[in-house]
């Protein structure tokens, strides 16, 4: 039954396996690379913070943390706003996003 449905679609398993594991496979190594670039990108900002509080102490520069942390929860905030038309266009194409979101959390986890 679930064949006769697939088939009158035009969609084959064979074509929903190749979707399913493209998308796991390119989801893994995404999702591996983004928490590298995660990794660096936290090691430089703390190295940066980490600066700015030094050269503060020294009286080098004045640094005003209150609009750094809120610069940092607009950027949280703006993040956010994206969601609706995320959703959208991952049930368009569900096999393959399926398949990435699993490899990307695989991915992530083992990076």
């Given at each position: 039954m679930v064949e006769a449905?697939?088939?009158l679609d035009g969609i084959g398993f064979q074509q929903l396996g190749l979707e399913l594991g493209g998308?796991?496979?390119?989801g893994g190594i995404i999702g591996f690379a983004a928490k590298k670039v995660a990794k660096i990108i936290a090691v430089i900002i703390g190295l940066e913070l980490a600066l700015f509080k030094f050269l503060e102490t020294r009286g080098v520069l004045q640094v005003d943390w209150g609009a750094i942390s809120g610069g940092a929860q607009d950027a949280t905030e703006s993040a956010g706003d994206g969601g609706a038309s995320l959703v959208s266009s991952l049930l368009s194409a569900l096999p393959v996003s399926t398949g990435f979101t699993g490899?990307?959390?695989v991915g992530f986890k083992k990076g």
């Open positions: 449905l697939l088939q998308g796991a496979m390119i490899g990307f959390l």
